[in-house]
């Protein structure tokens, strides 16, 4: 295929990519509605599980344990339904060795559910029936695996099966006692330490919920919904459909966990668009999948990995999502800008515009006036269910739910005024853009359940199950009344036929969750096979140690080591797969490492870095699937695709290196009016990065001027980094004086002490410290609040021994290490003045570009605006 290709998408090889996520098999008569039923019953179960009414009737209570075993035996049931053995295998009917394996791979997963008075009973001796249905169990997972999500993940599972049972025969470092057959199986499939562990648990508990109701809203329309809304918005900007197709799949990426779906759903319209402004085949194709796969990171509903991120970290999911906000939202912004510059180097108009041409002056007056407004409303809806709560007592719930189903009603009336959305033919020509007011105006409901869940989330603090749960519970009341209540504002009411359409898309939005979870499912149970073998057999520590020689001690290759590890793995396994894997094997290490450079990295940052390159494989060739997708759509080569998608990722590729070293991105120990304030910069600093990277900015930019703006964008992004050489932040005193020093730093301060010792193997190892200002006056009551006890010895300060449970031990102090070096703060210049000269720079660069750029550019670039 060549970027001259202007056919339409080949539906056939669409629907296979699609398929990746729901199966392949297209099934008639009663298999088919068995499929549909049990999908469909897979998600009420979920929901079941989620709300308060077993608890409420007394009756379908399930244990942690339960709910995980009857997940995965709806998962491996549906997979072998949905998904053929091979290329070749049937698609319109099950063979019968398929209906076999179905039913018996249910069973063997709902094993823990049958049986777990009898498993409980017996913890760790497992008798033969557990055996052999242990074996059968994990044989039936690995061939699910293969056939729904293909065969690296199921080999590497493989491997750490065969590496648990043959330890002893091993060679050199790799050797490990072994585990028994009997073990290996128990630990693996009866306990909670392998395929029903802690990612298999998230699976059950968050994302399902998060995944139906991303197919709800779907089905509801707010799919179709968010693109008009977009190409209203965009689409008369030059490069539009290009900058519509970056804001639509961010605003699918609320709703969607899955890169592929996101480019399918989105690139079937704005593809074909992109491609009739200027863009060729290959960048129209790889705009939509950097936007797509992006819609991953975007908060409050964030990709599945992003939940097990809570358990792994051990921090909220309000934590999680207020960590990835600030790089999420300037990495849409920058792909954004980079849209704009393609545009500009091409000349491009925009479409035709729909909206009346006002004055740019009125154009801001109005936006500023909604924003302000809706600030006000926001405001007043705080302030008064926080006065309601208080003052109704137990009653406030449904006075709120009143409420919010009154707003809900008054947007459908609202909406009613205006001509209802059509879902377009990608293939027909847009000869003008939908106007703004009508197109927004008739789907705000739609924004309803993403306040809801946004609201439980960050208000309330509920749990991410429970709040998924009330705004999935919303999503089905709108999808059952928004049809009858349309149409009575309409005056075409037939409700009858209007209800049973709602019905009908309840029903389908329920298979769609489902169907959506297979792999998921899936997956998250084989990753954890991966995890369970680490756990038993210490390899993790091995691989650490390796990767550590390998990086030479270097925090910084390190960090590469692990991106590219994360983008290999990636080319087989999921998104969520990849980061189980990844950060199971490299995360300790890198904050140990870390520690070992003297810097104290966030357990957070780590994750979110793996996170970052294990969604960047979704993009890299050869194997970016959501590539192979957009290439479908736009006809250009797949392989081009992804490096082209790849080039315009470079601002998602840097920015996890940028908050492992800069942590201020990731608003860790920020107030409010500071994270405004690096929201800001940090924008800054992500445009001048796209400008340099694609060698455009007001014209082409000379090699040295996008080095330049690289060094401005470092400026911005890291300005400690320049104020550490200029003004050092520690001051550096005797290991003998550490009593004294930890007496003398503010309350809010803290020591950094370097440490030599042995670790738990006797290998020599030396980390860093961040010892905190504890309760206490002077240095010796710090110290023993700290329960860190000291002694000298040949003029050297030892650790003479920790208090069990103490502060200093879980800081990693143990007896007879040895303090080599202890730093002080001092009052350093702030780090903040560093964007001076970085600006200055950036100014010279601007002024030299303006100088190149003649009339006829200038002239140019006002038409074209």
């Avoid at 968010?226 to 689409?235: D, M, P, Q, T």
């Avoid at 691989?543 to 080591?561: F, H, I, P, Q, R």
């Amino acid at each position: 295929m060549t970027d001259n290709n202007t056919s339409g998408p080949d539906q056939a090889t669409l629907d296979e990519l699609a398929a990746t996520d729901t199966g392949g098999r297209k099934l008639t008569g009663a298999p088919h509605r068995l499929l549909l039923s049990v999908a469909a019953i897979w998600s009420l179960f979920q929901l079941w599980i989620a709300s308060p009414l077993p608890f409420v009737f007394g009756f379908g209570v399930f244990s942690a344990t339960e709910a995980r075993s009857i997940h995965l035996a709806f998962a491996v049931f549906l997979a072998f339904m949905a998904y053929p053995a091979l290329k070749r295998s049937p698609r319109d009917r099950m063979p019968i060795q398929d209906w076999i394996m179905a039913v018996v791979a249910a069973f063997c997963a709902s094993y823990l559910y049958f049986f777990y008075d009898q498993l409980a009973s017996r913890p760790g001796a497992p008798i033969l029936q557990d055996v052999i249905i242990g074996v059968i169990g994990i044989v039936l997972l690995l061939e699910a695996c293969r056939r729904s999500l293909g065969p690296p993940l199921t080999i590497i599972a493989l491997i750490f099966l065969i590496y648990s049972l043959a330890g002893p025969y091993m060679p050199g470092i790799l050797a490990h006692r072994g585990v028994s057959f009997s073990g290996l199986v128990n630990h693996q499939w009866l306990t909670t330490q392998g395929v029903f562990g802690i990612a298999l648990g998230v699976s059950t508990s968050f994302v399902f919920l998060f995944v139906l109701f991303g197919a709800l809203l779907d089905k509801a329309g707010a799919g179709n919904y968010f693109i008009k809304v977009a190409f209203s918005l965009l689409g008369h900007y030059r490069g539009g459909p290009a900058k519509a197709a970056v804001v639509s799949s961010g605003l699918t990426g609320l709703i969607s966990g899955s890169s592929i779906a996101n480019t399918v759903t989105t690139g079937t319209f704005t593809i074909p668009m992109m491609k009739r402004v200027g863009f060729s085949a290959t960048k129209a194709g790889a705009v939509e999948v950097s936007s797509s796969v992006n819609g991953q990171i975007m908060p409050p509903v964030m990709g599945a990995a992003a939940f097990l991120m809570v358990e792994y970290v051990g921090i909220p999911y309000i934590e999680v999502i207020k960590h990835a906000f600030v790089p999420a939202v300037i990495s849409y912004i920058a792909l954004l800008y980079i849209v704009h510059l393609e545009a500009m180097k091409a000349g491009m108009k925009g479409l035709p515009s729909g909206n009346p041409s006002r004055p740019w002056l009125n154009k801001i007056i109005g936006f500023l006036t909604g924003l302000v407004g809706v600030m006000v409303l926001a405001a007043a809806v705080y302030y008064g269910i926080g006065w309601l709560k208080p003052a109704l007592g137990d009653a406030a719930s449904w006075v709120i739910a009143l409420g919010v189903g009154a707003i809900y009603v008054l947007l459908l009336k609202l909406g009613s005024n205006y001509p209802e959305l059509e879902v377009d033919d990608p293939n027909q020509e847009i000869t003008q853009l939908p106007r703004t007011k009508p197109t927004v105006m008739v789907g705000l409901h739609y924004i309803l359940p993403v306040i809801v869940l946004v609201w439980c989330l960050m208000v309330e603090r509920l749990s991410p199950g429970l709040s998924a749960f009330w705004a999935t519970a919303f999503m089905v009341f709108i999808i059952l009344t928004q049809r009858p209540i349309d149409a009575f504002f309409r005056q075409k009411s037939d409700f009858a036929d209007d209800l049973k359409r709602g019905v009908i898309d309840l029903w389908e939005g329920l298979i769609d969750g489902a169907r959506n979870m297979i792999g998921i499912g899936i997956a998250t149970a084989t990753a954890g096979i991966i995890v369970g073998a680490v756990a038993q057999t210490g390899v993790g520590l091995v691989l650490a140690d390796l990767v550590e020689v390998l990086s030479m001690g270097n925090l910084l290759l390190m960090l590469l080591l692990t991106g590219v590890l994360s983008l290999i793995l990636g080319m087989g396994l999921p998104t969520t797969a990849n980061y189980i894997v990844v950060s199971a094997l490299l995360a300790p290490v890198i904050v140990q490492l870390g520690e070992q450079n003297g810097l104290i990295v966030p357990l957070i940052a780590v994750h979110l870095f793996v996170f970052y390159f294990g969604i960047m494989a979704d993009v890299t060739p050869p194997v970016g699937l959501a590539s192979f997708a957009a290439a479908a759509i736009s006809g250009a080569d797949p392989i081009r695709t992804g490096f082209q998608a790849f080039y315009y990722s470079l601002r998602t590729a840097a920015l996890p290196f940028l908050f492992i070293f800069n942590t201020d991105l990731l608003l860790i120990n920020v107030d409010w009016l500071h994270g405004i304030v690096i929201f800001i910069v940090a924008t800054a600093a992500m445009l001048i990065f796209a400008a340099a990277t694609q060698g455009f900015m007001l014209v082409k930019s000379r090699w040295y001027e996008s080095v330049l703006l690289l060094l401005v964008a470092y400026t911005l992004f890291r300005p400690g980094f320049w104020m550490d050489m200029v003004d050092a932040p520690y001051e550096e005193v005797p290991p003998a004086q550490f009593e004294q020093a930890l007496g003398d730093i503010g309350p809010d301060d803290h020591l950094m002490v370097r440490v030599d010792g042995l670790d738990a193997y006797g290998a020599p190892t030396s980390f860093v410290v961040q010892v905190p200002a504890t309760e206490g006056d002077t240095g010796s009551e710090r110290l023993s609040s700290l329960g860190l006890h000291l002694m000298q010895e040949d003029g050297k300060q030892l650790v003479d021994m920790t208090d069990f449970g103490s502060q200093a031990e879980k800081l990693g102090f143990d007896f007879d290490q040895q303090i080599v070096s202890v730093r002080i703060p001092r009052d350093q210049l702030p780090k903040e003045l560093m964007w001076i000269p970085g600006l200055v720079l950036f100014g010279l660069v601007v002024m030299l570009q303006r100088r190149r750029r003649g009339p006829k550019e200038r002239a140019r670039g006002m038409a074209t605006a």
